[in-house]
Nanobody, 125 residues
Framework: QVQLVESGGGLVQTGGSLRLSCAASGRLFSTYTMGWFRRVPGKEREFVAAISWAGSGTYYADSVKGRFTISRDNSKNTVYLQMNSLKPEDTAVYYC??????????????????WGQGTQVTVSS
C-alpha cells in the first residue's frame, strides 16, 4: 500500500511562485511514474505534469509548460512541482498520484493507482 501526502499549497499573487511536495510511504515510490493533476470545482481533474521513475522523462500540459517543473528525489520518496509565474487560472486543488506502470508515462488520471488528498493553490489577481 502507498500513501501520498501533498504539502506546499497556499495563497500567492499573480506572478508568484510555489513549490509543492508530495511525500510517499512504502517501497514502491522509486520504481514508478509520478504525476501531478489539478481540479477546479465543477471541472474534470486535469493533467499538469508527470515524471518517469528514474526522473529522465518529464511531461507537461501545454498550459504550464515553461512555468512549472516536476522533479523527484527517490532517496527521500518525494516528488516536487515548482510553479513559477503563477496565474489566476492556475487556482485549483493539486493532487499527486502514482502510476504502477513503469513502461509508459500516462497523462490521464484514470491510469494512476494511488492519490494524495490534495493541496489548495490560490492565485490572486
Amino acid at each position: 500500500q502507498v500513501q501520498l501526502v501533498e504539502s506546499g499549497g497556499g495563497l500567492v499573487q499573480t506572478g508568484g511562485s510555489l513549490r509543492l511536495s508530495c511525500a510517499a510511504s512504502g517501497r514502491l515510490f522509486s520504481t514508478y511514474t509520478m504525476g501531478w493533476f489539478r481540479r477546479v470545482p465543477g471541472k474534470e481533474r486535469e493533467f499538469v505534469a508527470a515524471i518517469s521513475w528514474a526522473g529522465s522523462g518529464t511531461y507537461y500540459a501545454d498550459s504550464v509548460k515553461g512555468r512549472f517543473t516536476i522533479s523527484r528525489d527517490n532517496s527521500k520518496n518525494t516528488v516536487y512541482l515548482q510553479m513559477n509565474s503563477l496565474k489566476p487560472e492556475d487556482t485549483a486543488v493539486y493532487y499527486c498520484a502514482l502510476d504502477l506502470n513503469r513502461v509508459v508515462v500516462h497523462t490521464t488520471p484514470d491510469q494512476y493507482n494511488y492519490w494524495g488528498q490534495g493541496t489548495q493553490v490560490t492565485v490572486s489577481s
